[in-house]
């Protein structure tokens, strides 16, 4: 049974795309098969997070409008072969997605692969309600931070209402994942806490993935940080954020990155 | 591993640099009307299709955006050009 799953936030900058990279590579290390479908029409990114921006010939409004096929506009990832890319278009506008073909897209991909991510456009525009209009379960990422909270909560309110499992009277699932999370401020009191933002949101959470340098060195190489660098912090966390969301219960912790001395050095040097 | 080599293996940034030049350089021509990937691909195609019924499920394409050089691999399964 195949699972569409949406990652949005309302605010941009804050991870999408790195967590549709980062759960999808997860989810098909795990053995499952995943697409990660981007968009973000007119803004993709998702193709060079993933390493794949040479390689797009086909993207989603190509299948949308018949132009190509699905199986040739998908992109296998040369490191995964469980893993697989469908490109937003670069040149042509949003409007270019209409809803009865997306609907036709998901609806072949879920026939293809055991989960199907939609990565977002950042906005509550159309890109962003096509995004999250036919998942069966959504991952808000959010920021410990004012203004990613206040649109996550918009968000969640727009996938309780503008969502085919909304309109049929069903219930969304709605999942958190905290993003860019500073322990040592959120102790501080300089950041708010997770338990701040859950309060707040009042949704279940998914993971926590912490604040690391390891996520740029990631997306510099265009690889998904679990590929790239999986003892790393973040890595762990996303591996941890897929077991939950394949079942398992994992406790919650959030995970650091073990420096070697030389490296603490270099960070004291550079404080 | 060399010091030397702990600097090359952490540094990612001239791989980030790299990337774009390439990426960028190809869309700017895009932008400009030039997709010349596309245009040879969607030319071969229809040459290829006054001789031959292509069913589409059967034609792969293949591109790798280059810095100097790009390939454009075209890969179609032509039925009945041998007759039983």
Redesign the interface.
């Known amino acids: 049974m195949s699972k569409v799953l949406v990652v949005t936030s309302g605010k941009g900058g804050v991870g999408k795309t790195t967590s549709t990279a980062a759960l999808g590579a997860a989810l098909a290390l795990a053995g499952q098969k995943v697409v990660v479908v981007d968009f973000d029409v007119g803004l993709r990114n998702l193709d060079l997070v993933m390493g794949a921006e040479r390689r797009v010939v086909y993207d989603l409004i190509n299948v949308v409008n018949g132009d190509a096929k699905l199986a040739q506009a998908l992109i296998r990832d040369k490191r995964n072969d469980n893993l697989s890319l469908l490109a937003a278009s670069q040149t042509r506008d949003k409007d270019a997605l209409t809803s009865e073909g997306v609907a036709m897209v998901i609806e072949q991909l879920r026939e293809k692969f055991d989960w199907v991510i939609c990565d977002s456009p950042a906005g509550i525009e159309k890109g962003a309600l096509l995004a999250m209009y036919h998942a069966d379960l959504a991952v808000v990422v959010t920021n410990p931070e004012v203004s990613s909270v206040r649109d996550s909560d918009r968000i969640i309110g727009m996938l309780d209402s503008k969502t085919a499992k909304a309109e049929r009277g069903d219930k969304m699932e709605k999942v958190l994942l905290l993003t860019r999370y500073d322990q040592v401020r959120a102790a501080r009191g300089e950041m708010l806490k997770v338990e701040d933002v859950l309060e707040i949101l009042s949704i279940p959470l998914l993971g926590i993935v912490p604040e690391s340098e390891e996520v740029l060195r990631a997306s510099n190489l265009g690889s998904p940080i679990v590929l790239s660098n999986p003892a790393s912090a973040p890595a762990r966390a996303y591996a941890d954020a897929v077991r939950r969301l394949q079942g398992e219960t994992v406790p919650m912790n959030i995970p650091v990155d073990r420096k070697g001395i030389f490296a603490k050095l270099m960070s004291w040097r550079v404080a | 591993m060399s010091l030397f080599g702990?600097f090359k293996a952490?540094n990612?940034?001239p791989?980030?640099r790299e990337?774009l030049q390439?990426?960028l350089a190809h869309?700017r021509a895009?932008?400009g009307g030039s997709d010349l990937?596309a245009i040879l691909?969607e030319e071969i195609l229809a040459v290829i299709a006054k001789h031959v019924a292509i069913d589409?499920?059967k034609?792969?394409?293949?591109?790798?955006?280059?810095g100097s050089v790009s390939t454009l691999e075209i890969d179609i399964e032509m039925p009945g050009l041998v007759k039983n």
């Open positions: 702990f952490r990612t940034a791989v980030a990337r390439i990426l869309e895009m932008v990937a691909r589409q499920e034609v792969q394409v293949k591109l790798d955006r280059g």
